[in-house]
T-cell receptor, first 114, second 116 residues
Framework: AQSVAQPEDQVNVAEGNPLTVKCTYS??????LFWYVQYPNRGLQFLLK??????LVKGSYGFEAEFNKSQTSFHLKKPSALVSDSALYFC????????????FGKGTRLHILP | DAGVIQSPRHEVTEMGQEVTLRCKPI?????LFWYRQTMMRGLELLIY????????DSGMPEDRFSAKMPNASFSTLKIQPSEPRDSAVYFC??????????????FGEGSRLTVL
């Protein structure tokens, strides 16, 4: 079965600095990979996805993620953090050609310090 | 577009009572998912439907939980009887047919359930 690990419960970054939120995955086939963001008392919002092609994927709000097959990772990055980026971030995986289940990691809380 | 609509947004009930959570997916979406979010376990997939048919309910914790989708515009998640450990935020998400190729989910605002 597919699984996702987000090793950090919380990440603190100073405003203007680059940020990275880590994600590793496990699937037996090829993955679809996703990042979602959740603001307080709201539902999750789609940020970006990797399906195939370029390993560097660009998404909403200046975020990007890099797919690394050998390390089974899909880390979320942004060159310059904003205070408004503070939120809960979820990595998710779906195994292609298998079923339609999307499995989420436990989430990483990102704090951007002014 | 109204987005995915869930009700109630908040529910407080006593142990043993029946709880019904409701979801209206985005019009035209034919996939519907129910997730549960807790601090301890994160976001867990409970069940999902395709064209109103339950496809995988392996995440439903026990027989006290049931979900239905009587038509394309409505789904319910029922807990009977409820227990304090069911306290969580329950999310509904929908997706169009292109989900098979994209995987993007559209989430509702969630229903926060507290069982005393």
């Amino acid at each position: 079965a597919q699984s996702v690990a987000q090793p950090e419960d919380q990440v603190n970054v100073a405003e203007g600095n680059p940020l990275t939120v880590k994600c590793t995955y496990s699937v037996s086939g090829n993955p679809y990979l996703f990042w979602y963001v959740q603001y307080p008392n709201r539902g999750l919002q789609f940020l970006l996805k990797y399906i195939t092609g370029d390993n560097l994927v660009k998404g909403s709000y200046g975020f990007e993620a890099e797919f690394n097959k050998s390390q089974t990772s899909f880390h979320l990055k942004k060159p310059s953090a904003l205070v408004s980026d503070s939120a809960l971030y979820f990595c998710a995986v779906r195994e292609t050609n298998r079923d339609d289940k999307i499995i989420f990691g436990k989430g990483t809380r990102l704090h951007i310090l002014p | 577009d109204a987005g995915v609509i869930q009700s109630p947004r908040h529910e407080v009930t006593e142990m043993g009572q029946e709880v019904t959570l409701r979801c209206k997916p985005i019009s035209g979406h034919d996939y519907l998912f129910w997730y549960r979010q807790t601090m301890m376990r994160g976001l867990e997939l409970l069940i999902y439907f395709n064209n109103n048919v339950p496809i995988d309910d392996s995440g439903m914790p026990e027989d006290r939980f049931s979900a239905k989708m009587p038509n394309a515009s409505f789904s319910t998640l029922k807990i009977q009887p409820s227990e304090p450990r069911d306290s969580a935020v329950y999310f509904c998400a929908s997706s169009p047919t292109s989900f098979a190729n994209t995987g993007e989910l559209f989430f509702g605002e969630g229903s926060r359930l507290t069982v005393l």
